[in-house]
Structure formats: structure tokens, C-alpha cells
């Protein structure tokens, strides 16, 4: 690895300053002269139609300024995020608990409440469709008139699976199911739209993806891209419900009915029962391997509930079937998985995007087959991990597979794996304890052959203190402290001296979401390629001035060094000598992801993708009275590439470890009949500073060549294995198989009862 | 609604103001004095996101209302640093990224300064207890714990200053 004076040092991230002072602005802090308060009326049903909407009481209330039915859009009346099928206002039939009829302005919260409740819809309640397989089955209520509810059935397959089960000499087959997960991020969806006096529709916007917010809104409003200016300020977590534009769209609407400044900040109660879930999966596999462990056969299908629009659904379970047999190397392979619609909450982006369903569904078969076959799950792991050049989906190899043997040593390492057997496993008369390791491996980025990319601009001004344009959000996650440490490393200048400017689509080129681990990534690679011409400016400006040679100049801690040794001359003096003497300061960056080509084992042409690899290890303790788990300790080793900020590493880790803890145990939105019965922090539960474990956190930095400055994305990777290894361990601990979420008490002493009676075999 | 003069001070600052009795403590201070720092993440006590000190105890301000600020003395995470310098707190809150998104940062800054009033020299377990009512949805609580207990450490400290 290389030496650097920025990166990989724990600096403070940006904006922090602005956070512990409370001066930072987020969406719901801005105010503006004369703004009005928007709200939107939602669907009380699940499924109806609707026979009628009349506004005109709710437009006579004193301090309305707008009510906004589907009639009132000038644009076209979608979201558009893949498909045009979510109406922004619905006007004919609700197919969720989640859809607006009619949005309103209003002077204050009060009369926006007020008007809302002076719209009169008359609806005629249809009979809904709430489980999946149920949905899938011929002749079942249909959620679109002109489609049937399997929205896709998406295939990866290799190889010739019934040939891998016939050499197989272990089959295990299981069925594995999870639940709706909600990102309850602190910050609701919140937005503010103005109109500029030329028509410019400007929009603040707790948002992940401004740029391509700016074309929903755009097209919402029948105004050209370019008329259309979102900005995202401080953003207070997103966690993927904030990839796809939601209110933002309505708050633009209403401000270009009014010419009015509007805020909508959606309560969490709207929160919770509009945006999308963490699909609920049902997945079964069946897996074949040799007596010596090798795996030969893999047949994985997933059913994944999406609700009635498909928004990204359908990516979230092609991701599922594309990571079905990953992290391992499996010769004959078949990766189902359905997007089946219902009338249910909407699923779709939640931070690990479909891998976590079946990391833990795979992880379970991984040690049911160490079980069988009297291998210790560590040791078929390493078996059976991905190593560099094999295949991992239909043309997909891996580029660098180094980091599966390494994390799996380190979390075997961090966690003293092979002297567990030394500690008490039944520390007293009720309590078993157990151990769990599980495997990812995940990207960056949406993948070959998709649009993807980065931009950014980088500007140094005559003092030498940076601007950095970006349209990458930072949600907390750290984009923008990456990026400053980039700029300074490769300017030579201190990050206090690099100004990150909040995503502004006027500002800043397209950037791409701040979504799929995919940030640093991009937008790193997108900055650093932007700061080298500068760089070479001020390189070859220093030769000029010191007579050196060009190879011997380096420029770091704000000065100019020669053959390693810091000369007396300051970044901020080249930078204005380039001003006086005509030379660019600015220039911009573009990135998009090679994906060299490939051969593949069968002589057919695929590519090479890049790999992020992790391995966690849970040591539980199981109350087997009760029900109750404790996680004594999770060590969580993830390849990482060069560390940006270790700080910032650690907080991703820790807290995606945390929220994977919450997910496993705790959260499970509840849904009867398309509604979410549990709409609130108080009886939706996240974990708090007492439930959050022990964490341990180990990384292992294998170089890319595609890495900027050697980086990977580390956001999604540890939710991914976190809820695998826990039930590893909890199976364990208990000899039983547990496989589904959350393992809630009465699930795990209902395991645990069946081996009492029967054995684990019966199970 | 009939609307009542209330005179309260804010971070030590004497407050007048003319609210509607049913309005909150926190819709006062973010709405009326543009005090912006206190979240409202909830709307119902659950996250703490809101939390701001109230003669000296730590309150989720949406459950408060205005008027029983009336005479109080209001701390809010503005009023943290003085004289442009951080409290140590904050200091430390920010060098261990014992936030992300931030936005429950407030709250939890206020709740950690509310147990070190009570409490100079609080263990972790007492630390985990004074913030369970502030929920973090970003880090997994152990960097403020610890940038908690940095505090306690570094106020313990004897102070030096220019002059000593």
C-alpha cells in the first residue's frame, strides 16, 4: 500500500463542526418567506377504488392555497423511477395503504390538516391480495387488470445442476423466511420547493439521488431537466428510503400551483406506511456436496413480496438471485427469484439490497452441511470461498478473491475460533452458548452493462483552499469526508483548506445515487481524476520554481516536497502563480466502472467484477427457558481496500452491525391485510444504546487496480452477514436449526423444544 | 385561540414570547425562536431526537409544553459552546464520529451533558442508561459512549488555561 499524508488518518468528518452546534440545515430547518405547509392525503384502504373526489370544501377553508388532485398535474402523474405504474396523485383505484389521492398548501400545519380533512373520497373497498404464493397461484385476485402478479422471474444459472446433484453425496435442502424491515431513519422524507422568478423550480431535498430526483420532478412538472434544481442539505440518514424521490415531487407540484415556497416533512407514521420496506423473502434452497466438503450443486429460489408498484423491487430480487451462491464457488448452479405483486406495503432499496434474505438463507445451508458432514463451518468455508478468477454469476468472474481467505482468518483470529471449545458452552443449568460464522461478498456499484457512473469538479482557488462539486449525497455515510481526504491528498493541501459544496444539480454534474456501496467508489475515482490536472499544474509549476526534476516533486501538508524533503514553498503560492500565469485551476472528473473481459470455465466471453469480501463471527448465549438471546460479541472483518478514514470505517461497520442486530431480533414491521399495524418508534423498535452489542471490528486492505487510491465501499457489505452468523450461532447454541427472522423467543424455544423431542435430524 | 405572553430563558438568554397555550416547547424554540438544533423525529417522546435541558433535566421537548417553560431556564444544544469554543463534548463527540447523519445529535448531546451535571464520573453501563432514550439509527452507540466517557476523563482533568 502506499503512503499518504490524508488518507487513512481518522479526521473529523465533514460538517461535523455544523452538527455538534446544532447550526447544521436540514430540509425541515429551512424557512422562507411566506411558506406554506404541504400535506398529502392518503389511502385509508388497501385496495379500493375510488368513486369519487371532491376538493371544493377543502379548497374554501381560509389558508388554503392549493388542493392538488390528479386532475391538477401538469406533468405526467408517475413517480417514473423504473416503471410508469405509481401515480403520484391516484385517481382510480388505491393499490396500497401508502397511496395520496390529493396534496394540499396550506398556511400553517393546522389548516393543511384541516383541508385534508374536508376532502371528501368516496371509496368502494375491493377485496386485496396479501401473500405472495397466494398471488402467484393461477386465478388469484389480480393487482393490475392487464398484468398477472408475477412481475418477473429472474434466472441466473451455470453449469448443469442436475449433474452437480448427482455427484453430490450430501444433498441439505431447507426453506428460509424473513420480514419486513423498516429503515426508520431519524430524519422523515422532508423537502422544501421554491420557484426563482425565471421559473426554476428549486428543490431542498432529504434526498440520495438528486439527479435523478431532478428528472422525476421535471417530469412531473412538464418543465425541462435544466428548469429544475434540486439541492440536498444535511441529511439525516437514508439507509435506501430515500433512493427513490417521494415527497420532493409533491412539494414541487404544490410550490409551482402557488408560486408559493412549500415544506413538506412527512410524520412518522407517514413515513413508516409509505415508503418502501425491505422485502419480506420466502427461499428455499437445496445444495449438493462431496463427503470432503466441495460444493457441487446449488438451487436457490426466492420469492420476494414487492407490493403493487415495482419501483426497484425488481432489481432488489435480481440482486437475490445474483448473490444466491456467493460468497462460494459452486460449479453447477440455478438462482431463481420472483417479484411477485400484491397489495401489500411497497419493497424495495434497504441497505444491503436483497443480499441480507439470502446471505442468511445460504449461511443456514453452509453449516447444515458442515453439520452433516462433521466439518467445522470455518474449515468448509475455506473450501469452498471464492478465489480470484472463479466464476460467481452467469458471466461474472472475480478480479481480486484474496479477501475471502483473509477475512475469513482474521474473524477466525479476532474471535479465537479454534479455542472456543474451551469456553463453558453451558455456562449454567438454562443458558447454551454458541458460535456462528458467515460469509459475504459484495460490489460496487449496479453491475456491467448499466448506466453508472460518477462526475465531479474540483477548483482551486488563488489562496489554495479547494471547492470540490459534487452530486454524490452524503446521508451521514461519510461521501463527502472521502472525498475532501481524496482532493487534500492529491493537492497537497490540508482537508480544512477543501470546501465539499452540498449536491446542487445547477453545480454539480450527475453523480449517480448515493446507493449500492457505490460512492466512495465512483465519486472517489469521479474527484481524484478531476484534481489531476490541477495537480499537474502545480507539479509542473514546482519544477519550474525549484529547478527539480518533475519525478522528484511531491506536494503534501500544503507545501511542495523535493526527494521527500519539504521545501519552503506553500501549495497556496503555486495556486496563485497558476492564476497569474493563465493556467487552469479547475477542471472536472468523469468515472465509469471497467469491467475487463473474461473467460469464462465453459470458453464463453464474460468479465471481471470487483469484490468486497467480509466474514463475521457471532458468540451467542441462549436462555433456552425463556427464549431470550444475548450476542456476546460480533468481530466483523471486511476488505475494506485502502482505509479512507478509519473512523468512518468503524462507524459503517458498527452501526450496519447494529441495525443487522435489530433486523435479526427485533424489528419486524407487522402487516395484516396490506397495513402495517406498528407505525410508530414506540412500537416499531430499533435498537437502543442497551440492545446494541459487542462489536469487534477487523479489516483486511487487498488492493483493486480500479480502487481510487486503492478504496472500496464498505456501507452495505456488514448488514449483509451479521443476521447469518447470529443464527449460526444461535443454532448452535441450541442444536437446532432456526431459519426464519427475527428470531424472536418463541421461535427459538419452539426449535429448541422440537430437538428435545426428536432430535436436530427431526427437525 | 387566546394567545399568552411566556418569559423563559433560553441558553441564558431572557426569552418573551406570545404563543397559543397548546403549542410545544419544541415547536417554540425551532419554530418561534429559530432555534433549529432540537430535532422532531417522532412527535411523541420515542426518540429523543428533541431532547433539550429544562432547569436542569434533561426533557424530550415535544412532550413539554411551552408553557411549562414559563420561569425555566432552557438549554438547548446551541447553547453548549461559549464563546465560540466547543464544549468538550462536542469536541469529542466530533473527533470520535460519534455521529453520522447527525441528527439525533442534538438530543444526545444534551443527554450526556444532563448525566455529567448529575454525574462527573459515570461507567459505561450509566453512560448506556442516560442516552437509551435517544435513538441513533447510524453508529452502533459505542463511539458515544466512549466520546462520553472521554468527556468525563478530560473534565476531570485539572483545566489549563493562558493564564496558569
Known sequence: ?763 | MAEINLSFSVNDQKMEVSTEPTRTLLSVLRDDLKLKGAKEACGQGDCGACVVLLDGEAVNSCLVLAVQAEGSQVITVEGLASKGQLHPLQQNFIENWAFQCGYCTAGMLISSYALLMDNPNPNPEEIRAAIAGNLCRCTGYHEIIEAVGKTAADLQQPVLTSES
Not at chain 1, 424 to 443: C, M, T, V
Not at chain 1, 552 to 560: E, R, S
Open chain 1, 1 to 763: 500500500m502506499p503512503e499518504f499524508d490524508v488518507v487513512g488518518k481518522p479526521l473529523a468528518a465533514v460538517g461535523s463542526q455544523a452538527i455538534v452546534t446544532g447550526k447544521a440545515v436540514y430540509s425541515p430547518d429551512l424557512e422562507l418567506p411566506n411558506m406554506l405547509v404541504g400535506k398529502l392525503l392518503y389511502s385509508p384502504h388497501a385496495s379500493a377504488r375510488i368513486q369519487k373526489i371532491d376538493v371544493s370544501f377543502a379548497r374554501a377553508v381560509p389558508g388554503v392555497h392549493a388542493v392538488l388532485t390528479a386532475d391538477d398535474i401538469p406533468g405526467e402523474n408517475s413517480y417514473l423511477y423504473w416503471y410508469p405504474d405509481q401515480p403520484l396523485l391516484v385517481s382510480d383505484q388505491v393499490r396500497y395503504q401508502g397511496d395520496a389521492v390529493a396534496a394540499v398548501a396550506a398556511e400553517s400545519e393546522e389548516i393543511a390538516q384541516a383541508a385534508l380533512e374536508a376532502i371528501i373520497v368516496e371509496y368502494e373497498p375491493l377485496e386485496g391480495i396479501y401473500d405472495p404464493e397466494e398471488a402467484m397461484q393461477p386465478g388469484s385476485i389480480q393487482v393490475w387488470p392487464d398484468k398477472g402478479n408475477v412481475q418477473s422471474h429472474y434466472v441466473d444459472h451455470w453449469g448443469d445442476i442436475e449433474r452437480g446433484f448427482v455427484q453430490a453425496d450430501v444433498i441439505v435442502e431447507g426453506t428460509y423466511s424473513t420480514h419486513y424491515e423498516e429503515h426508520a431513519m431519524l430524519e422523515t422524507e422532508s423537502a422544501v420547493a421554491y420557484l426563482e422568478p425565471d421559473g426554476t423550480v428549486v428543490v431542498y431535498a432529504s434526498a440520495q439521488a438528486p439527479h435523478r430526483d431532478r428528472l422525476q420532478i421535471a417530469r412531473a412538472l412538464g418543465l425541462p431537466e435544466a428548469m429544475v434544481r434540486e439541492i440536498t442539505p444535511h441529511i439525516g440518514g437514508a439507509f435506501g428510503a430515500k433512493d427513490e424521490a417521494n415527497i420532493q415531487i409533491h412539494a414541487a407540484l404544490l410550490a409551482f400551483e402557488t408560486g408559493q415556497p412549500v415544506r413538506i416533512v412527512r410524520t412518522r407514521e407517514e413515513s413508516i406506511r409509505t415508503h418502501v420496506k425491505r422485502h419480506p423473502a420466502r427461499i428455499r434452497y437445496r445444495t449438493g456436496a462431496t463427503k470432503d466438503g466441495k460444493l457441487t450443486a446449488v438451487h436457490m429460489i426466492a420469492i420476494g413480496d414487492t407490493g403493487p408498484y415495482v419501483n426497484a423491487g425488481e432489481e432488489v430480487m435480481m440482486v437475490m438471485a445474483n448473490y444466491g451462491v456467493s460468497p462460494y464457488y459452486v460449479p453447477h448452479a440455478r438462482s431463481e427469484a420472483y417479484t411477485v405483486l400484491t397489495n401489500n406495503p411497497i419493497c424495495g432499496a434497504f441497505r444491503g439490497f436483497g443480499v441480507p434474505q439470502v446471505t442468511f438463507a445460504f449461511e443456514r445451508q453452509m453449516d447444515e452441511l458442515a453439520r452433516r458432514l462433521e466439518m467445522d463451518p470455518l474449515e468448509i468455508r475455506q473450501l469452498n470461498g471464492l478465489k480470484t478468477g472463479q466464476r460467481f454469476q452467469p458471466k461474472a468472474i472475480v478480479r481480486q478473491g484474496d479477501g475471502m481467505q483473509a477475512c475469513l482468518e482474521k474473524a477466525a483470529q479476532l474471535s479465537d475460533w479454534h479455542a472456543r471449545e474451551k469456553i463453558s458452552r453451558q455456562p449454567a443449568p438454562h443458558l447454551r452458548r454458541g458460535w456462528g460464522i458467515a460469509a459475504s461478498f459484495h460490489k460496487s456499484g449496479f453491475g456491467c452493462d448499466v448506466t453508472d457512473h460518477a462526475s465531479a469538479a474540483v477548483n482551486m482557488a488563488p489562496d489554495g483552499s479547494v471547492l470540490v462539486r459534487t452530486g454524490a449525497a452524503d446521508m451521514g455515510q461519510g461521501a463527502h469526508t472521502v472525498v475532501a481526504q481524496f482532493v487534500a491528498e492529491r493537492l497537497g493541501v490540508s482537508p480544512s483548506q477543501v470546501n465539499v459544496y452540498k449536491p446542487d444539480t445547477t453545480l454539480a454534474g450527475d453523480a449517480g445515487a448515493s446507493v449500492a456501496s457505490r460512492a466512495t467508489f465512483f465519486s472517489g475515482n469521479a474527484v481524484v481524476r478531476a484534481a489531476e490536472p490541477i495537480r499537474k499544474v502545480l507539479l509542473d509549476l514546482a519544477a519550474e520554481e525549484t529547478g527539480a526534476d518533475l519525478d522528484l516533486i511531491d506536494l503534501g501538508d500544503g507545501f511542495v516536497h523535493v526527494e521527500g524533503e519539504r521545501v519552503n514553498m506553500p501549495v497556496s503560492d503555486l495556486a496563485g502563480k497558476a492564476y497569474e500565469k493563465n493556467l487552469p485551476m479547475q477542471a472536472s472528473g468523469f468515472y465509469a466502472m471497467d469491467y475487463p473481459d473474461a473467460e469464462l470455465p465453459d470458453g464463453s466471453s464474460g468479465y471481471e467484477q470487483l469484490a468486497s469480501f467480509g466474514a463475521h463471527v457471532a458468540q451467542v448465549l441462549v436462555d433456552i427457558e425463556t427464549g431470550q438471546v444475548e450476542v456476546e460479541q460480533i468481530v466483523a472483518v471486511h476488505d475494506v481496500g485502502q482505509v479512507v478514514n478509519p473512523s468512518g470505517v468503524r462507524g459503517q461497520i458498527e452501526g450496519a452491525v447494529s441495525m443487522a442486530f435489530g433486523f435479526t431480533f427485533m424489528e419486524e414491521l407487522l402487516v395484516e391485510g396490506g397495513k402495517t399495524l406498528n407505525n410508530s418508534l414506540e412500537s416499531y423498535l430499533i435498537p437502543t444504546s442497551f440492545d446494541t452489542p459487542d462489536i469487534k471490528i477487523g479489516v483486511v486492505e487487498l488492493h483493486d487496480p480500479e480502487a481510487p487510491l486503492g478504496a472500496k465501499g464498505v456501507g452495505e457489505p456488514p448488514i449483509n452477514i451479521t443476521p447469518a452468523a447470529i443464527a449460526n450461532a444461535v443454532s448452535d447454541a441450541i442444536q437446532a436449526p432456526v431459519n426464519q427472522l427475527p428470531l424472536a423467543p418463541d421461535r427459538i424455544l419452539k426449535a429448541a423444544q422440537a430437538v428435545v423431542e426428536g432430535g436436530m435430524d427431526a427437525s
